[in-house]
């Protein structure tokens, strides 16, 4: 896997000073994050589902700002002030038309008919999701391990886990697999 490290931003406001300096694109930097994920995630298991959609609304966003000066883009980001950010949502997190599961195998078909609040407001503030992290099994645990699909490693000791019951969205930061979670 070929990916510019230099690319990876080390905050919201540092990837936006990018973007508007036309240092990087979104889709650059979506593509890094789904390079990473796919060279970690099975060591890690952050991520139970990396969404196909995201180059695509990457690509969008791209296209909003292509033609702008770094003025008119930053003027852009204020308005949208999680414009083109990559970021994982914990599988208790409702999004419209995606799978939803709550890290158990009784909800594993289960796909949500609307979008939580949350998920309204970030896709408002122009926030991309890459796709939904482990977690404990109705966040019912400490550590995610007692989610039906395995447990979450930590990224930076492998031998141990992730901790908490969000443990898969700990780990996608940790591993740069996104931007939050």
């Known amino acids: 896997i070929d990916f510019k490290t230099h690319i990876i931003p080390d905050s919201i406001v540092d990837f936006h000073i990018s973007l508007a300096q036309k240092k990087c694109t979104v889709t650059e930097v979506v593509k890094m994050y789904l390079e ?10 952050a991520y139970l589902e990396v969404y196909e959609d995201a180059l695509a609304l990457a690509k969008l966003c791209d ?7 770094t ?8 308005k949208h002030r ?3 950010v990559p970021f994982a949502v914990k599988d208790n997190i409702l999004m419209k038309d995606k799978k939803i599961g709550a890290a158990s195998k009784i909800l594993e078909d289960y ?10 407001k970030l896709k408002e503030a122009g926030a991309i999701c890459l796709g939904r992290v ?6 019912m645990g400490g550590s995610t391990e007692n989610s039906a699909y395995g447990l979450t490693k930590n ?3 492998l031998e141990y886990v992730a901790g908490g019951s969000s443990g898969g969205s700990a780990a996608a930061v940790a591993m740069s697999g996104c931007l939050f979670a």
């Open 82 to 84: 999680l414009f083109g």
């Open 134 to 139: 482990n977690m404990d099994e109705f966040a």
């Open 63 to 69: 296209e909003q700002i292509a033609d702008k000066t």
């Open 36 to 45: 990473i994920i796919a060279l970690k995630n099975s060591d890690i298991h």
């Open 155 to 157: 990224p930076l000791q």
């Open 71 to 78: 003025e008119e883009i930053e003027s852009h980001i204020r």
């Open 111 to 120: 796909v949500s008919s609307y979008d939580a609040r949350v998920i309204t």
